[in-house]
């Protein structure tokens, strides 16, 4: 079964800090997205790539940055935290075209206090 | 800009029909998505248009006016489980780029 997995279904972190959230893809597709997901604004495009090292703003990326070294992972970078970027994160992965859209992680449900 | 719009809450009884509405704007068009999604679970894909007219799928039709900026998803026999949410998509652009409405949330009574 095709996968996309986070490494963490929920995180607490400190404002201020630094915050890793990966994400890894095993179906070989050369798109992988990240998206942040809030009650009444639905699901807003933070950063994607469409190749190893290829990066492209979304929505919304101020406050993020990413990092993709090789096809199977992408992972977000959250410069420094602050409250407002308490939400869910969701990663999806797909081919350059897909009927079927993308294929989605679980969700990272980040906390900062 | 962007724009996809689509009705907050819903309810409905089980058994029952239920049209979930989407209107878009967007600078584009490559096709519409439906997903579900529920609580606390990543959305799962249920439907895809491209050209004018009714997808069907089981339990479960989608519908394309690209003229008019409108697309419904169609859930007939409602079941309890289809309580969820129901997300609207349009990929604009290239690298396969969706860009989501806030969501539907469907509500199935007894």
């Known amino acids: 079964d095709v996968k996309v997995t986070q490494s963490s279904r929920y995180l607490v972190k400190r404002t201020g800090e630094k915050v890793f959230l990966e994400c890894v893809q095993d179906m070989d597709h050369e798109n992988m997205f990240w998206y942040r997901q809030d009650p009444g604004l639905g699901l807003r495009l933070i950063y994607f790539s469409y190749d190893v090292k290829m990066k492209e703003k979304g929505d919304i990326p101020e406050g993020y940055s990413v990092s993709r070294e090789k096809k199977e992972r992408f992972s977000l970078i959250l410069e420094s935290a602050s409250t407002n970027q308490t939400s869910m994160y969701l990663c999806?992965?797909?081919?350059?075209?897909?009927?079927?859209?993308?294929?989605f992680g679980s969700g990272t449900r980040l906390t900062v206090v | 800009g962007q724009n996809i719009d689509q009705p907050t809450e819903m309810t409905a009884t089980e058994g029952a029909i239920v049209q979930i509405n989407c209107t878009y704007q967007t600078s584009g068009f490559n096709g519409l998505f439906w997903y579900q999604q529920h609580a606390g679970e990543a959305p799962t894909f249920l439907s895809y248009?491209?050209?004018?007219g009714l997808e069907e799928k089981g339990r479960f039709s989608s519908f394309l006016s690209r003229s008019k900026g409108y697309s419904y998803l169609l859930l007939k026999e409602l079941q309890m489980k289809d309580s969820a949410s129901y997300l609207c998509a349009v990929r604009i652009g290239g690298y396969n780029k969706l860009i989501f409405g806030a969501g539907t949330r469907l509500a199935v009574h007894p």
């Open positions: 999806a992965s797909s081919p350059p075209v897909a009927n079927y859209g993308y294929t």
């Open positions: 248009n491209v050209l004018d």
